[in-house]
Every structure is written in C-alpha cells, then in structure tokens.
C-alpha cells in the first residue's frame, strides 16, 4: 500500500516540475520588460592565425548575432525565438531555450581583429584573426 502512494507522489512530482520548466522557458513574442538571458555553450580553439570560438546556436541566424570585443572578453548575444508558424501552436515540450541570450568569453592574451561570423550545423562559428608582432 504504501508503494502506491510513494509512486503516486513521483509522479506529481514529475508532473510539476515539468509544468514549472514550460513556465520558465514560455517563449515571448514580444520582447519582455526585463529580458530573460540563458547561456549557449561554447568552444574555444586556437591556430597560428585565428582563434575560432564555436557557439550551439540552434534557429539563430548568424546576421541576428551581435559579436563584439572588449577589454579581452568576446561578448555574442541576440534572441532566439519560435518560427512565426509556431506561435500559436500548442507546446508539449520546451527543452530549448528560448529569448535573449548572451555569452561572454574571455580570451586568451592576444591582440584581434577581423570578426567573422557563419552558421554551421546549428553551430555559430565566429572567427578572429590574430595579429602578430
């Protein structure tokens, strides 16, 4: 009997705590008072030339990504957001984040230049050229 009623607590459990993830990560359509900024992973390699840095960026275009340097730190943020064709549709699950995102990074000592930045595989790759001596 009271394995039933441990399993019953589980799973309303489970169940509020996926109703507080969909809460969390509701998508807005309109940009929010106070925006809401989550963290995408990143990657940072090193050539002779170039420092590449490799950002999981799933449904970001590389146009909408601001990529700056300052003061050592690559700062990259804009929004992601649903497809227009989703907005009204039903949400069963929300794993990816949703709205403004920002990262910063700090850079190994060095001096850049020459921002690029491309989408690849949901991956955005921006790349800085090194300046040597």
Same mark, same amino acid.
């Given at each position: 009997m009271s394995r039933?009623?441990? +399993?019953?607590?589980?799973? &309303?459990?489970?169940?509020? $705590?996926?109703? @507080?993830?969909?809460?969390?990560?509701? !998508?807005? *359509?309109?940009?929010?008072?106070?925006?809401?900024? +989550?963290?995408?992973?990143? &990657?940072?390699?090193?050539? $002779?030339?170039? @420092?590449?840095?490799?950002?999981?960026? !799933?449904? *970001?275009?590389?146009?909408?990504a601001r990529v700056t340097i300052e003061n050592g730190v690559l700062e990259i943020f804009a929004q992601r957001g649903l497809p227009r064709e989703l907005h009204n549709a039903a949400i069963h699950r929300l794993e990816l984040p949703q709205g403004y995102f920002k990262r910063q990074l700090r850079l190994p000592p060095g001096s850049y230049g020459e921002i690029r930045s491309a989408i690849d595989k949901g991956c955005l790759i921006v790349t800085l050229r090194k300046f040597t001596g």
């Open positions: 039933d009623w441990m +399993w019953s607590d589980a799973v &309303d459990m489970l169940l509020r $705590a996926e109703r @507080l993830q969909r809460q969390l990560f509701s !998508p807005q *359509v309109s940009a929010p008072a106070q925006p809401v900024c +989550w963290e995408p992973p990143a &990657d940072i390699f090193e050539t $002779a030339q170039e @420092l590449i840095v490799i950002v999981a960026l !799933p449904g *970001v275009d590389a146009a909408d």
